[in-house]
């Protein structure tokens, strides 16, 4: 054992050794000064190919005031909400200071200073590193402040360097920005509203910042403010910082804040390029907003300067043709459009709107809550191939298997019940049109964009199914509907124009994902910043699924709703989507190079609720294949002049033929026996020979194929030829050779215009 003047001597020494470092720790910082922390700098962004894009900061948005310019009402609102005890106390929490520590050896993020002092200091003390020794030396600064500066001049300084949002730093730049008054001039209530947003800035702006994080939409940030403004004002009266007749006055309306305004720089689209490759910076590395927007960072971007004007030139160009805003019904459309390189996840062009400088500073090329309607399918179809259906054995379905595409079809559920509404009455189906197609083929389905085949092979298949083949290709969960009824098959998930381009980027690339990325580098002082690498490439669904999709999607440009898509004039595959109500209407399409999203919609400019497009642009209803497209055409032109066309790789035949449940068997085979006497004349239709008892006029009728047993239109596809039109009791042959029976329709199948 130890003697006990060895144990004196040693805990002697140590005390000794921890109070020398604790004064020499003492001496060697420094108080700092508020006017360090205004010297802010300037975020510089780059083009793809190095050039200066913007330089856009806070330098101009600082102004240091003295405390008597400060009112006393936001001096006591800072105080009572946050550091009561700040005239009495010495500057210095331990407990909060010994909780940092903790937390920042378990591996966690140091806590934010709990006095007033400490958070002045924090302020100020420019570098953010997350260690101990910045802990300690932010701890020894604390106490020197709180011991050679007087309290106002502390509260001086913590107001003039604390963040706000929208990029000001210090109470006259938050007067400015929020009420356009200098901070002397603000009202106790103003100031209640201020001194909230020092609780987080993104959370308590009532302009919200969705763009930061979509919890933070305007109307939670106003609820929030409003909150804390009301308690902060509370407060202030309890502690007797308000007098009676002065907290009935503040309490009486909440103060709302102006509407954001455009900063330096952030004019037309570079400012959503910017806001773009901000929110990217802050959600891959450790940066916080609030010293990001301190400035003094260069982002390097993939955006490429050429196809972000050719865009943007696309998306006015189709505007001023078809959009007059003197018509009620043309007011407030939106366009939202990205542009993402395949098998690699660069973003090299978006479309956010309008411009900060015109008052609209939400990026509707990277905001979630447009439907996104039936450009939903292709993950459906992907889903069939991969998954097969509840009674296809394990196999994957070809889409060549068919579907019941008449309107207004109940939806069957596997145990053979149907869905029912709420009020317990058969829930329907509707397609755009009442049309009768009868079992058609999902390619035939995927062209014309019919909806009952779609939802009732969503169900087969199972919306889970669904739901993971578009996570896979690149879909967020949180813009993915949460209710997997019928309808989640049809689009009622609302990705960004960002993450629809790349999950069809997905099927470009034969089914490799990569996640879309808009920032390449970022430099401080010269040193690059981690967590900016390449995001990786992975294989998301076999290869023949994918470019099956891209099949039967080269298909919808030909010979469907996308056909205004044929003007490229090069190989290019694409979905339209319209949505219930017209409320938004999507073009989505791509090629080997550049897969490319574009949403059309009406927003109600003071809720932000969308609006019926029905009349808009003088027309019934705006579907995807329309404006839309037209957008994405007058783009891909520019954006892929001077590249080639390698076109898709081919697709292999996959699948099963596996139709719906309940699906009419396929028709027999029939002999046609040739004429016997050449002729130069028209030979007569052959005879047809059919099996015995042939189906009753009523059979076709039931099963929807043609539009009456006997007469017109009986065919569905190319194909054919026309197979009379007159009336006759023979029966029709289903076949799709584009001859009759008799007098009657033309083929289902491979039939035109029967």
Not at 217 to 228: C, E, G, I, P, V
Not at 624 to 641: F, H, N, R
Request: charged share 20%.
């Amino acid at each position: 054992m130890p003697s006990w003047k060895l144990v004196t001597g040693l805990f002697i020494s140590f005390v000794g050794s921890l109070v020398v470092m604790v004064g020499v720790g003492y001496a060697m910082v420094s108080i700092p000064n508020e006017n360090d922390a205004a010297k802010s700098q300037n975020n510089v962004y780059y083009w793809a190919d190095g050039s200066q894009m913007v330089a856009t900061g806070t330098g101009v948005n600082r102004q240091n005031v003295t405390i008597d310019k400060i009112p006393e009402a936001m001096q006591y609102a800072v105080i009572s909400a946050e550091n009561k005890s700040f005239y009495q106390d010495s500057g210095v929490d331990p407990m909060g200071i010994a909780r940092a520590l903790g937390n920042m050896a378990r591996g966690g993020q140091t806590q934010g200073g709990s006095t007033i002092t400490q958070q002045y200091v924090k302020n100020t003390y420019l570098s953010q590193d997350q260690t101990v020794t910045r802990k300690f030396k932010e701890m020894f600064i604390s106490i020197k402040v709180g011991t050679k500066l007087k309290k106002p001049q502390i509260l001086q300084g913590y107001l003039n360097t604390s963040y706000y949002g929208r990029g000001a730093y210090g109470i006259q730049a938050a007067a400015r920005t929020y009420y356009d008054k200098d901070a002397v001039d603000l009202k106790p209530s103003e100031c209640a509203v201020l001194a909230a947003l020092l609780k987080g800035a993104t959370y308590y702006d009532p302009a919200g910042n969705e763009n930061l994080d979509k919890a933070a939409t305007a109307d939670a940030n106003l609820q929030r403010s409003k909150y804390r403004w009301s308690w902060i004002l509370g407060e202030m009266h309890k502690d007797k910082h308000l007098t009676d007749a002065q907290y009935q006055e503040a309490i009486a309306k909440y103060p709302m804040p102006q509407d954001r305004k455009a900063t330096k720089g952030m004019t037309g689209q570079i400012s959503y390029l910017a806001d773009t490759a901000k929110k990217y910076v802050l959600n891959h590395s450790n940066i916080s907003e609030k010293d990001f927007d301190r400035g003094g960072y260069q982002i390097y971007t993939t955006f490429k300067k050429d196809k972000v004007n050719a865009l943007s030139a696309a998306v006015k160009k189709i505007q001023k043709e078809r959009l007059n805003p003197k018509r009620e019904l043309d007011k407030y459309v939106q366009f939202g459009a990205a542009s993402v390189r395949p098998n690699d996840g660069a973003i090299v062009a978006l479309y956010g709107g309008d411009g900060y400088e015109k008052g609209h500073f939400t990026n509707n090329a990277d905001t979630q809550g447009v439907p996104v309607g039936s450009t939903w399918k292709p993950f459906v179809l992907a889903a069939a191939m991969q998954y097969g259906t509840y009674d296809s054995d394990g196999q994957g379905i070809s889409p060549l298997s068919k579907y019941n595409g008449n309107d207004h079809l109940k939806v069957k559920k596997p145990d053979g019940s149907y869905y029912l509404n709420k009020d317990n009455s058969f829930f329907f189906q509707k397609n755009e049109s009442p049309r009768p197609w009868g079992y058609i083929t999902l390619r035939k389905a995927m062209e014309q964009s019919i909806n009952t085949p779609f939802v009732q092979l969503g169900v087969d298949v199972g919306m889970s199914h669904v739901r993971d083949v578009a996570r896979s290709a690149g879909i967020l969960n949180d813009s993915m509907s949460v209710d997997l009824n019928p309808s989640f098959a049809i689009g009622t998930s609302t990705p960004s124009a960002i993450r629809m381009a790349d999950a069809y980027a997905t099927f470009a690339a034969s089914g490799k994902q990569a996640d879309p990325y808009s920032v390449t580098a970022v430099k401080k002082d010269g040193v690059e910043q981690p967590g900016f690498s390449k995001p990786k490439v992975k294989q998301a669904m076999e290869s023949n699924i994918a470019n099956n999709v891209t099949d039967v999607l080269q298909n919808v440009i030909q010979n469907g709703t996308a056909q205004n898509a044929k003007a490229l004039g090069r190989t290019a595959a694409g979905k339209t989507g319209t949505t219930d109500k017209n409320k938004s209407a999507w073009f989505v399409g791509y090629t080997q190079q550049l897969s490319t999203s574009v949403a059309m919609f009406r927003e109600n400019p003071k809720n932000h609720k969308l609006l019926s497009m029905n009349g808009t642009a003088g027309k019934d209803s705006i579907h995807g294949g329309d404006i839309p497209t037209q957008v994405w055409t007058e783009y891909m032109k520019a954006a892929l002049k001077d590249a080639n066309d390698p076109g898709f790789p081919d697709a292999i035949k996959i699948g099963k033929v596996h139709d719906e449940a309940g699906a009419p068997s396929p028709t027999p085979s029939v002999t046609i026996t040739p004429s016997q006497t050449p002729s130069d004349s028209p030979s007569p239709s052959p005879s047809l020979t059919s099996p015995s008892p042939s189906p009753s006029p009523s059979d076709t009728c039931q099963f929807g194929w043609g539009n009456n047993c006997n007469g017109n239109n009986g065919g569905t596809d190319t194909g054919g030829t026309d197979g009379g039109t007159t009336p006759s009791p023979s029966v029709t042959d289903t076949t799709g050779t584009g001859n009759t029976r008799g007098n009657g329709n033309g083929g289902l199948f491979s039939g035109q215009n029967g």
